[in-house]
């Protein structure tokens, strides 16, 4: 079974510029989630999808970044325009359901790295 | 709002030794449940152990068992036998039983010395 998959691995761009990544979850799984992780640091939720609907944005900056699942399966996340404060591995995850029941888990991509010069 | 905190940002262990590695928590929600996530230079987080915040006994996966310490919102990991294999970063986290949403602790980098 192929796990979740994030393209491209590493992106460096210069600033003002826009980018974006794109995320397969595994297949049959509802949830989707976007997650940024700065150096050093733990990961950060940015977005979670039930199926194509967005139902947590709240930590997503919405001035500059967006987010689109469509038809519920693949996901891309866009920076438009990116910052030097971006850069950061951008790490997509996803899981059958939206809840952390007995046996359900999350799993991740192996994510971007994003690179602001 | 719910925290997680490491404040080991990092251990070395010797080959075939035990290691702990400690966090604490805070959250206001009253199901959820706490992890213990492996990630290696590949990136890929990996999930190592995980504990019901209802169940009183602590989880164990093979070498890797946690000190569920509730009262005090304590998770420690232990790994028994570190092998070269267990280098990594840990990362514990606090997840939602209903959202799915986790939150992450910091870190600690451990190295495991031949």
């Known amino acids: 079974e192929a796990g979740v998959v994030q393209s491209p691995r590493y992106k460096i761009i210069e600033k003002k510029q826009p980018v974006a990544f794109w995320c397969n979850p595994i297949s049959g799984h509802n949830t989707l989630y976007w997650y940024r992780q700065n150096l050093g640091q733990g990961p950060e939720l940015l977005i979670r999808y039930e199926n194509e609907e967005a139902v947590d944005d709240s930590q997503l900056p919405k001035d500059r970044f967006s987010a689109e699942r469509l038809k519920g399966v693949d996901s891309t996340l866009k920076i438009q325009p990116a910052e030097l404060g971006d850069s950061a591995v951008y790490l997509c995850?996803?899981?059958?359901?939206?809840?952390?029941?007995?046996?359900?888990?999350?799993?991740f991509g192996s994510g971007t790295q994003l690179s602001v010069l | 709002a719910q925290t997680v905190t490491q404040s080991q940002p990092e251990m070395s262990v010797q080959e075939a030794e035990t290691v702990t590695l400690s966090c604490t928590y805070d959250t206001s929600e009253s199901d959820y449940y706490l992890f213990w996530y492996k990630q290696p230079p590949s990136r890929q987080m990996i999930l190592v152990i995980r504990?019901?915040?209802?169940?009183?006994q602590n989880a164990t996966e093979n070498r890797f068992s946690v000190n569920f310490q509730k009262a005090a919102k304590s998770f420690s990991l232990k790994i028994s036998d570190s092998q070269l294999g267990d280098a990594a970063m840990y990362f514990c986290?606090?997840?939602?039983?209903?959202?799915?949403?986790?939150?992450f602790g910091q870190g600690t980098t451990l190295q495991v010395k031949p």
């Open positions: 986290a606090s997840g939602s039983s209903n959202t799915g949403k986790l939150i």
């Open positions: 504990q019901e915040a209802y169940k009183q």
């Open positions: 995850a996803s899981s059958l359901g939206g809840g952390l029941a007995t046996n359900e888990k999350l799993f």
